[in-house]
């Protein structure tokens, strides 16, 4: 049987009609921003391109993209397209790799957000009964306004605690019965651990049973971890200050990440030569936004890699299925010619019995060549049992078997990994 949709009639529109309804929206979109904003019109003209040469949708591939460099150039408000006076709401990235990203909304792009939240948290199972403990950081940074707004859609509660304080979030979560959990999937490791220092144990004395997790990059095996910790279902979330923030892409109940691909337009690039990639063909995903109105992103580069494909989903959503974040290109590391992913040493390291979630990999940099170490936290009873040395080499061997590569690993003692309250640092540079 169909699962009911938030929004049927946009969610699952015929292919057919889902370009359609794109082709209007793009042609609209280049026609706004080349009339209303200085820096569209400069790189259209500088392209030699007129609002009307957009005909089709495959010609967004003649559009310049737009890279975080364009953006930090006209930091802060220089890619607004309405007058600063219909905004009314502004978020900003935390700007870790220089200055931060802007993200401006009118009335009409803050409904679009809750919207589009909504589709997303009613896919993941979040119903009215529901009471969501939103432990992401409330300031500038999208995530917990963008979990609340679609949050409160729904009708469901939203536990407005912010992220920190972690023996307050046990209180809380047990004191007013929280069901849900929207936080990093770091984060609510930390919280399971502070509460089992408490006596509390995460899977029995809590009412949690769905966690809405994202602003992180998190592989399948440390899924499977944190579902059975907490005993909760965990789904994925994936945006960004650029695009809306959380909402552009989750997880539907088959754990399959559909694009709401009507209002944000997603393509598959060579990195390398910005050449449109096919379906399954992996690249970086860029993405168009066609519906926003203060600050609309046509072609913007996010450095993440991932696939698109057309395959069909049970759920009965037609919107585009894209993979799971591999990384981001800036993550990216070659070591001894072989591209190695964060994500790929935290698989391997989770397939090993006695290993706990806590790790870190250390990037040593002497001139041009770039080595891997990792140390990881065992769990507390392996740490007491000893012979470390058999699990390193465990570990190790998990390692080379998908990278085919020799990472030297060294088990810690457990709690010396500082945690995160927010996104995790899962790479230091040493
Ligand atoms: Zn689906």
Redesign the pocket.
């Known amino acids: 049987m169909k699962a009911e949709l938030w929004d049927s009639t946009n969610e699952s529109m015929s292919i057919a009609k889902l370009k359609e309804v794109q082709l209007t929206r793009l042609k609209d979109l280049v026609h706004r921003v080349y009339s209303t904003n200085k820096y569209y019109k400069k790189t259209f003209d500088a392209a030699g391109l007129k609002p009307r040469d957009i005909k089709h949708l495959k010609d967004i591939e003649k559009l310049p993209f737009l890279t975080k460099n364009d953006l930090r150039e006209y930091y802060p408000f220089g890619l607004v397209c309405t007058e600063m006076d219909d905004i009314v709401e502004v978020h900003a990235s935390s700007g870790t790799t220089g200055k931060s990203v802007v993200g401006p909304y009118t009335p009409n792009d803050v409904e679009l957000w809750g919207e589009v939240m909504a589709r997303s948290l009613w896919?993941n199972g979040l119903r009215k009964h529901d009471r969501m403990q939103n432990s992401y950081g409330y300031g500038l940074f999208t995530g917990a306004h963008g979990f609340e707004k679609g949050a409160q859609k729904i009708g469901a509660m939203v536990i407005t605690i912010s992220s920190g304080n972690t023996k307050r979030q046990i209180d809380v979560m047990k004191d007013f019965g929280s069901t849900a959990l929207a936080a990093t999937p770091s984060y609510s490791l930390y919280i399971a651990e502070v509460a089992e220092e408490h006596g509390l144990d995460p899977l029995n004395d809590f009412n949690l049973r769905l966690g809405l997790f994202g602003a992180e990059a998190w592989s399948e095996e440390m899924r499977i971890n944190i579902e059975k910790r907490w005993g909760i279902i965990a789904h994925e979330h994936y945006g960004l200050t650029e695009i809306i923030g959380p909402g552009v892409v989750s997880?539907?109940?088959?754990k399959?990440l559909?694009v709401n691909a009507d209002h944000f337009l997603p393509e598959i690039i060579d990195p390398k030569t910005g050449e449109t990639l096919g379906p399954g063909e992996e690249g970086e995903l860029v993405f168009t936004t066609l519906t926003k109105e203060a600050f609309p992103a046509i072609r913007f580069r996010t450095k993440d890699l991932a696939s698109l494909s057309n395959e069909k989903?049970?759920?009965?959503?037609t919107l585009p299925?894209q993979s799971r974040i591999k990384g981001r290109s800036d993550d990216m590391m070659k070591v001894k010619g072989v591209i190695v992913f964060p994500s790929q040493i935290e698989a391997a390291l989770m397939q090993v019995a006695g290993v706990s979630d806590n790790y870190q990999i250390i990037k040593t940099k002497k001139g041009d060549i770039t080595s891997l170490s990792v140390e990881f936290e065992p769990t507390e009873e392996r740490y007491k049992q000893g012979h470390l040395d058999n699990l390193e080499k465990q570990a190790e061997g998990e390692i080379y078997s998908i990278l085919n590569l020799h990472v030297p690993v060294r088990a810690i003692e457990p709690k010396s990994i500082p945690r995160s309250t927010g996104k995790a640092k899962r790479v230091i540079e040493r």
């Open positions: 896919a997880e539907c109940e088959h399959k559909h989903c049970s759920c009965g959503r299925i």
